[in-house]
């Protein structure tokens, strides 16, 4: 019993880790971010638990996987207002980046759908057939999103200083797919259920909402490397806020309603950022 929390130290231990990592290599390694490195290492852990429980797929859960994968892809190589940092400096163009966040989104997809298979913490409906559920979720995304996503638009304009700039409003639609759903794929579904995963036998009961929470924090604080360099203090404050009012709504959202319904909030918060030039 006295060990019982030691997984989720030694968890939050080697996320810090990370962090701090990246901050001291910061002036060597101009072109790594935080969440690169999170995201392959999700990618890399997502790869060997379908390796070792491929069996429990359905032939939904791969299709699903695959479209979402493909759809990413291909919108990625149209994109014009969602622009990816080089991957470690090294996957620039379109052309690279379309497979490697279609790679991604479909191997995040396909681990977090064998963790759910084995009972993991987020659905995913649509794989399952469950229509209904998902059109249920993405209406409750949106719903619970929409009121958010003008107060990112506002908080973004205070904050960045500059005023509201109309942009195109088609392209605004189909580019917040691009975080929308990667983002989703990765840190509300492969994340939190390998986390899940981990934390499941040493803590039965509070597993779920653990590994969820530190998979909500590593996503919202991911965003704020440059901050962390220029002010620590600032950057902790802003990262409580994100998780806050766009994280812990997320993370509700995916557990309650799918990871179709999280999708939903997440892109109409893009959506509202592209459309207004933030």
């Known amino acids: 019993m006295k060990n019982k929390y030691a ?5 939050s231990a080697a996320t810090l880790a990370i962090f701090f990592a990246r901050a001291w290599l910061a002036n060597k390694f101009t072109d790594w971010h935080t969440f690169q490195v999170f995201e392959t290492l999700t990618v890399i852990g997502s790869i060997f638990v379908v390796l070792k429980g491929y069996r ?9 996987a695959l479209v ?6 291909i919108g990625m190589l ?3 207002l969602f622009s990816p940092y080089p991957f470690f400096g090294i996957v620039r163009g379109s052309f690279g980046q379309a497979w490697l966040r279609g790679g991604f989104t479909f191997l995040a997809a396909l681990g977090g759908l064998t963790i759910m298979r ?10 399952s057939g469950h229509w209904r559920e998902t059109a249920r979720g993405i209406l409750v995304g949106l719903a619970v999103g929409l009121p958010l996503a003008a107060l990112n638009a506002f908080a973004s304009q205070l904050t960045q200083g500059h005023p509201i700039e109309w942009q195109n409003p088609l392209a605004s639609l189909l580019d917040a797919l691009q975080p929308g759903v990667v983002e989703e794929a990765l840190y509300r579904f492969a994340l939190w259920g390998l986390l899940w995963l981990l934390l499941r036998n040493s803590l039965p ?8 929470a530190l998979a909500t924090l590593v996503h919202s604080y991911s965003h704020l490397d440059d901050l962390f360099l220029q002010s620590p203090l600032s950057a902790l404050i802003m990262g ?5 009012f766009w994280g812990l709504p997320l993370l509700i959202l995916a557990r309650r309603r799918g990871l179709e319904s999280a999708i939903a909030f997440h892109w109409i918060q893009d959506v509202a950022r592209f459309l207004t030039g933030f």
């Open 56 to 64: 429990a797929l359905w032939r939904g859960d791969w299709i699903a």
């Open 7 to 11: 997984p989720l130290v030694l968890l």
């Open 240 to 244: 409580a806020v994100l998780t806050l």
């Open 118 to 127: 084995m009972g993991g913490p987020a659905p995913f409906h649509a794989a």
């Open 205 to 212: 009961r509070q597993s779920v909402w653990a590994a969820g």
């Open 68 to 73: 979402l994968g493909a759809a990413i892809g």
């Open 78 to 80: 149209f994109a014009t």
